[in-house]
C-alpha cells in the first residue's frame, strides 16, 4: 500500500488567460494568479500552452518561469514547437496531452498504445533534460502500461468522465467510472508509475478521487478561476484544499 500522505494540489490558470484574451489586454494577469495560487498553498502551477494560444502565450510561460518558487507543470501536444519550447525551459514538469484545435477543452486521454514508437522518442530529450515526463489519458490498462513501457515517470488520469457522469445525474456511470480509476491508479503504482488525477473536479466530486492512497496530486482550474469570481481565488484553493485533506485524512 502506498504512503497515502500530502495531497499536491497543482492549479491551473489557463482561464485566467481565457478571460484575459477576451478583452486583448493585460488584464487579469495569469502570472498574478500564480502568484496567488502559491500564496494560497498551491502546490505547484499549471499551464498549457496550446498551438494556437488560445489562452496561455509564450510570454506566459516565461514569466511563470521567472517568478515561481513553486514547480510549474508545463501542459503541452507532443509537437515538435513544443518540444524545443519545453526544452528551452526546462521546467519541473510537461504533461503530454491530446490537443484537436476545434475542441473547447481536452476532450479525452492521449491515445499512447498506438503510438508508442514515437512517443518514447518525443519524451527522451525531456527526460534527458531533466523534466518530469507525465501523460495524461483515461482509465485504461493499455494506455497505463504502455505509457510505462516508453519512460514515462507519471500518468495524469482524466476524471473528465466521472465529473460529467456526476453532474448529468448517471450516478451508476460514475460510481462505474470512479471504480474504474481506483483499480487504475493500483495498477499505474504497482508498475512504479507516479498517479495524478484532474479534469472537471468541483467541490462536489474531488473526495472520492483525492481519497485514492496511489494519488499524489490534482490538477484543478477551470472548477477554481470560476469559483473565485464568487468568493475570490484564494478562499477558493483553500476550501479545495480543505475537502482535499479532509478526505486523505
Known amino acids: 500500500m502506498p504512503d497515502a500522505g500530502k495531497l499536491r494540489l497543482g492549479v ?15 488584464y487579469p494577469d495569469p502570472l498574478r494568479a500564480a502568484k496567488l495560487a502559491e500564496e494560497a498553498g498551491a ?11 488560445r489562452h496561455i502565450s ?4 516565461d514569466g511563470l518561469m521567472d517568478v515561481l ?16 519550447i519545453a526544452l528551452r525551459h526546462r521546467p519541473h514538469a510537461v504533461c503530454i496531452v491530446p490537443e ?7 476532450e479525452g486521454g492521449l491515445e499512447v498504445a498506438r503510438e508508442e514508437n514515437r512517443l518514447a522518442h518525443f519524451i527522451a530529450p525531456l527526460r534527458e533534460a531533466g523534466c518530469r515526463v507525465s501523460i495524461f489519458i483515461a482509465a485504461d490498462m493499455r494506455q497505463i502500461e504502455a505509457a510505462h513501457r516508453i519512460g514515462a515517470q507519471v500518468i495524469e488520469l482524466h476524471t473528465g468522465a466521472y465529473c460529467d457522469a456526476h453532474a448529468e445525474g448517471r450516478f451508476d456511470d460514475r460510481d462505474a467510472e470512479l471504480e474504474r480509476m481506483r483499480e487504475m491508479s493500483a495498477l499505474a503504482h504497482s508498475l512504479g508509475l507516479e498517479v495524478h488525477a484532474g479534469h472537471g473536479l468541483t467541490y462536489e466530486t474531488v473526495k472520492p478521487v483525492a481519497a485514492f492512497p496511489e494519488v499524489m496530486e490534482l490538477n ?30
Open 43 to 53: 502546490d505547484g502551477i499549471t499551464a498549457h500552452l496550446r498551438e494556437d494560444r
Open 100 to 106: 484537436k484545435r476545434e475542441e473547447k477543452t481536452t
Open 58 to 61: 509564450d510570454a506566459d510561460i
Open 220 to 249: 484543478i482550474g477551470h472548477f477554481l478561476i470560476g469559483e473565485a469570481i464568487f468568493r475570490g481565488l484564494t478562499p477558493a484553493i483553500a476550501e479545495m484544499r480543505r475537502l482535499m485533506d479532509e478526505a486523505r485524512a
Open 69 to 84: 518558487t513553486v514547480p510549474l507543470n508545463f501542459e503541452m501536444a507532443a509537437t515538435d514547437e513544443m518540444q524545443r
Open 12 to 26: 491551473n490558470i489557463d482561464h485566467v488567460a481565457t478571460v484575459r484574451n477576451a478583452r486583448g489586454g493585460a
